[in-house]
Nanobody
Framework: QVHLVASGGGLVQPGGSLRLSCTAS????????MGWFRQAPGKEREFVAG????????NYADSVKGRFTIRRRNAQNTAYMQMNSLKPEDTAVYFC????????????WGQGTQVTVSS
């Protein structure tokens, strides 16, 4: 079973930045995709950003386009998400996820990391 370790959350003021990291316990060269989801209090988990591992193709939720950037580093078995121009509505627990085959389902999940945007 793949273990995904997420880190980088914290408290930041509106307009600030954070970088989240998600490191896999095994080589990622055979992964199909990695991504980030988030869940705010009282809301359902939602997709934030994802990247296809081989091509680096990315996609984003409309709410974060232009502010968040996801990148993968194969040599480090890690995906990063740079979050800029953070807003209070970005406050949530962020989860990283991965899948090894082309499928609608994300099969590997890491623990969450809290991101709080508040003045």
């Amino acid at each position: 079973q793949v273990h995904l370790v997420a880190s980088g959350g914290g408290l930041v003021q509106p307009g600030g930045s954070l970088r989240l990291s998600c490191t896999a316990s095994e080589r990622t060269h055979n992964f199909y995709a990695m991504g980030w989801f988030r869940q705010a209090p009282g809301k359902e988990r939602e997709f934030v950003a994802g990247t296809l591992w081989n091509s680096g193709t990315t996609n984003y939720a409309d709410s974060v386009k232009g502010r968040f950037t996801i990148r993968r580093r194969n040599a480090q078995n890690t995906a990063y998400m740079q979050m800029n121009s953070l807003k209070p509505e970005d406050t949530a627990v962020y989860f990283c996820a991965a899948k090894k085959i082309k499928s609608p389902n994300w099969t590997e999940w890491g623990q969450g990391t809290q991101v709080t945007v508040s003045s």
